[in-house]
């Protein structure tokens, strides 16, 4: 174990309200690319890109292009929970963490264990009917073809997600934004930082009182993010190598 590594499991030890909050890379473990990386959708795509593919405009406009993208590059039924969400998981039940906030789609946090999941992007494996609003079952979209349609009015069956040019869930957020300012341990795994509004929450964490504790921050990428200077505790390592090691 570092020397980082091991003053993150220091302040885990002595925080009284830790959160984490992920994104992409904490998947990626898992056989689910991310975005940026070098395998991500941004580096495979083709002529038409990934925002617009997976926006509320292409889904409107042209839904057989949206759904056939969207289950070949999003769902991943196959993938299962890495030592990541398992390690937070294990780490929820101590009572060491105490809300996981993620940016994924994927549901593995909830598959792994892990009972406060804020999503602040939805989840895959919630759909609904954009008519009438009625749910669908979870595989409902992965085992139709062409554009899936509601058996109660004939809509279109859409997944519970945020797309391109859409907002993100209120209540979701702002659930988010109370447990980061309440947080006196923020760590931050698999997040490029890029993706606003939801980067916004490292920005929450720095600038709030604390309720006059002394906070730290943790950022654990491979990559640089834009809040790297504020970091108290910097990790360039993976999080399913990380995370285990704080259990």
Known sequence: ??????????????????????????????????FRGASGLYTVSGEESPEYLLSDECLEKEPLKFFAYYRAMILHPEAKPNPAH????????????????????????????????????????????????HPVERDYIAETEGVP?????????????????????????????????????????????TVYPASSLVTRFTRSPGLGRNKILAIINFDPTPYDCDADILIRESVAEVLPALV
């Open 149 to 193: 349609r509601c058996e109660t009015c004939g809509g279109t069956v859409r997944p519970d997600v945020v797309l391109y040019g859409e907002f993100l869930p209120k209540e979701a957020f702002e659930e988010a934004r109370r447990e980061v300012e309440r947080a006196d341990l923020l760590i931050v795994g698999g997040s490029s930082l």
């Open 1 to 34: 174990m570092n020397d980082d590594i091991r003053r993150l499991k220091d302040a885990l030890e002595r925080a009284e309200h830790a959160v984490f909050f992920g994104g992409a890379g904490m998947s990626t473990a898992s056989g689910i690319p991310d």
């Open 86 to 133: 398992i390690a937070l998981a294990e780490l929820e039940k101590r009572g060491r963490i105490h809300a996981v906030i993620t940016q994924n789609i994927d549901g593995l946090h909830q598959a792994a264990g892990s009972r406060k999941v804020l999503e602040l992007h939805g989840s895959c494996a919630q759909s609904y009917c954009s008519k009438c609003g």
